[in-house]
């Protein structure tokens, strides 16, 4: 099966930084996600970005799907941005996803 | 207000016994799922369904049982086939082909 992968596993940010997560897979894609899993375990949905870029406030998500990654950016970080960043794919039609093993973020005052 | 409601948010279940997670949705989404989470990991899919009475297996399908009676429900049964049921459960739903999925809650399993 596809095969995703998410750079960096962990990352302390100083509040107020910028960062980028990572996230290559292995074939082609169709549906592409990022979530944001709070502390809770709930996912909050992010982006629905199978290709092109999008931003939302500080957040922006870029997918180039020819050369088989994408980027979360995370601009100006809070407190409240901790917590795992998952990136998913899906391949086919029904809307199987395939996760990466997420970034552990924290956000540090 | 329309969303995912699963339910119970814990459970816990004793060795040789059978639970079932309930899901709900009233987003009029065709397709619903049950992910997997353990800790550190990310979610892998354990059954879905794109229409009603009918399912497939996911990748981690084995001692697992589900049911798709109707369009805004789709019950994961935890049966004691299953040899490391304790996890995080979650189920989503997605309206179509190639469309945005989302997620309820979660429900957090225990073996005690």
């Known amino acids: 099966g596809i095969q995703v992968e998410q750079s960096p596993p962990d990352l302390i940010l100083q509040e107020g930084a910028n960062s980028t997560l990572r996230c290559n897979f292995s074939d082609s894609v169709n549906n592409l996600q990022w979530f944001h899993q709070n502390p809770w375990g709930q996912l909050i949905n992010l982006f629905y970005i199978p290709s092109g870029t999008k931003q939302n406030g500080r957040l922006s998500a870029t997918t180039v799907a020819t050369e088989r990654y994408s980027l979360l950016y995370i601009s100006s970080s809070q407190t409240t941005d901790s917590g795992v960043y998952f990136c998913?794919?899906?391949?086919?039609?029904?809307?199987?996803?395939?996760f990466g093993k997420g970034n552990q973020v924290v956000v540090i005052p | 207000d329309g969303g995912i409601t699963q339910s119970p948010k814990y459970l816990f279940r004793k060795e040789g016994q059978n639970v079932t997670l309930s899901c709900e949705q009233n987003?009029?989404?065709?397709?619903m799922y049950w992910y997997r989470q353990d800790p550190g990991q990310g979610l892998r899919l354990i059954y879905y369904s794109q229409i009603v009475n009918d399912f497939q297996k996911g990748d981690i399908a084995e001692g697992y049982s589900v049911s798709r009676e109707k369009k805004e429900s789709f019950p994961l049964t935890v049966t004691s086939a299953q040899k490391n049921p304790t996890a995080f459960y979650l189920c989503a739903s997605t309206y179509g082909r190639n469309t945005e999925a989302f997620f309820g809650q979660g429900t957090r399993l225990t073996v005690v």
């Open positions: 998913a794919v899906g391949v086919g039609g029904n809307n199987r996803l395939a």
């Open positions: 987003l009029n989404h065709d397709a």
